[in-house]
């Protein structure tokens, strides 16, 4: 071989490594009571950093689902094909439970555990996490209606993926979706047009469409549809109690951006069959429950891409030289890779903070319940937008090597906005919060009981928590408020995470946090963190063991 082909200077591939090596994540499991779940977390981390799970993450985008409407006889069929490794990952995160286990184990900590695995799983391939968020989110939303819950959700926590058209009770596990937007409403779905129509027997027919409806293979969906009382919710299956496949006619798959392994389309509904779920009228109060446990995992896979990007390019870094030395020892790349490392790590404790949460607010705390309802809406608004800046500037500590497509850093780039975009993009997030503190004065008292848990350990802290206070009480009327939601919002989310950070990582962590996010001393770009930062700890904390 010529020795122009000599390959040098080039870092090795990364593989073989595991996503829940992380101390941001591992510690809070420990810290709020799921430790006992810290062994199967490790176990799906390892798992998902493996070669074989990489390669079906590469599989899953490189052959995405295709649409074939009718078979050769010219029968409507309606199905989606998939490549076997898409069927490879769903099994894997059904089997592991990160689609519905912790409503058939009422343990403390259960929702924590799901969390982590979710998020160490989502770092190997995030498309097919949208099947899994929709089903753990469908069963509390299901619950409003007590007789179909009692016969749904047992095969929606089951731990075993049975795809394929049948009838739902018929199978050993399901996976739910969810079918809201339409053409004129987008996230207004007050304006959205299907209409329902009683069949006399307790069932209504549906006819409408569905703009943007994600996972169409899934067995059964959550339906917003319009009656005389107003907008209701219901359960619809794709194939009836009979066999006969429901009239659910998926017109086109959406050619998008991202998240391209997971099928999403455009659905007509020509009198489908459904069931009512809540009381007629209440739908968009009966599905936000499902928006507020997928809100959660938007937060949860925008940590879990801001970590997998920040290990690509401690990895790259690690092992690339230029100009006399490795990049990862240069002064200004070890400034980049800290301030990711912070903003992952901010990212991490968060989201772990708001699942745990969500685990008290289950067992009936109620201070805990009006945190999360606001630490969500918030949290989802501001790191939700951080992902998609996170990801370009890890991109770029790869260089041109991370704009290809062999990478793997451009899938996760592309990947980025949709957690800011799917269930309430940025403005939809923001307006939420002010609703929050609107109708719920709870939220905000405890709030402020959760972030002064830190009082007094830094001194940028308390001055945040101060300007904060000032700023919601100077927003004055409502058309004011509205034009600063997102300061709000954003606000909001960094005190909080800076107290978090305070409170539970290592002091070099929560300086650079603190001096940067709250203190102002930091440049509008990654890489900007105050002089006198100590970089070496927290790229430490921030690099996998076996690099250290």
Known sequence: MSATHEVFNQAPPLTGFSTADDPALLEA?????????????????ARAGSPEVQEWARLAEAYPPVLRTHDRYGHRVDEVDFHPAWHHLMAEAVGSGQHAAPWAEARPGAHLVRAAKFYAWAQAEPGHGCPISMTYAAVPALRAQPALAAAYEPLLASLTYDFGPRPPLDKRGLIAGMSMTEKQGGSDVRANTTTAEPAGDGSYVITGHKWFTSAPMSDVF???????????????????????????????LKDKLGNRSNASAEIEYERAVAWPVGEPGRGVRTIVEMVNMTRLDCVIGSAAGMRAGLRQALHHTAHRRAFGAELIDQPLMRNVLADLAVESEAATVLAMRLA??????????????????????????????????????????????????????????????????????????????LRVLEREPAALNAYFAEVGLAAGADRRLDEAVARLRDLLGSLGDHRRAQQAARRVAEQITLVLQGSLLVRHSTPAVADAFCASRLGGDWGQAFGTLPAGTDFGPVLDRARLKDEL
Not at 227 to 251: E, I, K, Y
Not at 384 to 408: D, I, M, P, Q
Request: proline letters at 3%; hydrophobic letters at 40%; a neutral charge.
């Open 222 to 252: 959550l339906v917003l549809a319009r009656t005389g009382q107003g907008l209701t919710c219901f359960l619809m299956p794709r194939v009836l109690p009979d066999g006969t496949r429901n009239a659910m006619r998926l017109q086109r």
């Open 29 to 45: 499991l420990r810290r709020d009571g799921a430790g006992w779940g810290e062994a199967e977390v490790r176990a799906l981390g």
């Open 356 to 433: 745990a949460a969500l685990d008290r607010s289950e067992a009936g705390d109620a201070q805990e319940s009006a945190l999360r309802r606001l630490g969500l809406a918030a949290g989802k608004y501001w790191v939700c937008k951080r992902g998609s800046t996170h990801a370009a500037e890890a991109l770029e500590c790869l260089g041109g090597n991370g704009y290809v497509e062999e990478s793997g850093m451009p899938r996760l780039y592309r990947e980025a906005p949709l957690l800011s975009i799917w269930e309430g993009s940025g403005n939809v997030a923001a307006l939420d919060v």
